[in-house]
């Protein structure tokens, strides 16, 4: 369940968009960007627990994102690689369970391999929950469960009658995850692109103008703070 006003969000979900144009402010290639992007993600993560965020996912890769050049792709692929293999220890030693969401068919053998290792490695870690989101898609993502759902009504396990708004959500890949609380998109763009749709019905949400390579741990705590003054009431009136 969600907190309540007055409290600060328990699950903050990221749209880190905003690397390109950073990259071609400085005269870099986007990939650069990228790189800047992925040095922010560290920084974010270790806030969380002393702003009371137990759990943070990020929109790292779409399943719309393919459409780029074949050079970005490749490139992007290679630092997704490169991040899991070079922050795993640190990763762990600070306690962060690491897990996957998205669509891993597409995905190259070796970066699933490192992905399922990194997973498996974080699996007793406590102290914050960092969710990746990696070739997700929220539509894909409803479409993938509906299919595992229509699978198990085939086979008897599931009636049509007990399909509702607490089973599908067990076909999901967030299935162990509480809702996000906080949704926030950096870059200006005021669109949610496809990132858990389901799961962000009752969402707060902040789009703000910082590019994601320029996203300090104090942006998040001011974030945090402004939801706290938020009043959520879940389509219910006031007493
Ligand atoms: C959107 O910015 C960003 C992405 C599609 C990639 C996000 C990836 C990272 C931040 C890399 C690090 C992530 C991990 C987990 C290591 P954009 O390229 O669309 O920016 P633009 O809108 O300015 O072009």
Redesign the pocket.
């Known amino acids: 369940m969600a907190k309540e006003k007055g409290k600060g969000p328990r699950h903050v979900a990221i749209?880190?968009?905003?690397?390109?144009?950073?990259?071609?402010q400085r005269g870099r290639p986007?990939l650069f960007?990228?790189?800047?992007?992925?040095r922010?993600?560290r920084e974010v993560v270790r806030a969380c627990p002393d702003l009371g965020v137990d759990y943070i996912t990020?929109?790292?890769?779409?399943t719309e994102?393919w459409k780029?050049t074949q050079v970005?792709v490749a490139g992007?692929m290679s630092?997704?690689r490169?991040?899991?293999t070079k922050?795993a220890k640190a990763l762990h030693d600070e306690d962060v369970r690491v897990r996957f969401i998205g669509d891993r068919v597409r995905l190259d053998n070796k970066l699933v391999d490192l992905m399922d290792e990194l997973e498996l490695m974080t699996s007793e870690c406590k102290k914050v929950n960092l969710t990746?989101a990696?070739n997700y898609g929220g539509r894909d993502e409803v479409a993938r469960a509906t299919k595992r759902l229509a699978q198990d009504v085939a086979n008897g396990s599931l009636k049509p009658a007990d399909v509702n708004e607490e089973t599908l959500p067990k076909y999901l890949d967030t299935y162990v995850l509480p809702d996000p609380d906080l949704v926030i998109r950096t870059?200006g763009?005021a669109r949610i692109s496809n990132f858990l749709l389901w799961q962000s019905a009752y969402a707060e949400y902040e789009f703000i103008d910082t590019?994601?390579?320029d996203f300090t741990a104090e942006e998040l705590a001011r974030l945090v703070r402004s939801y706290g003054t938020r009043d959520r009431r879940f389509g219910a009136v006031k007493a």
């Open positions: 749209i880190m968009d905003g690397n390109g144009r950073w990259a071609t986007r960007g990228h790189h800047a992007g992925a922010r993600v990020i929109f790292a890769f779409s994102n780029r970005e992007l630092l997704f490169r991040y899991i922050e990746i990696l870059s763009e590019l994601w390579p």
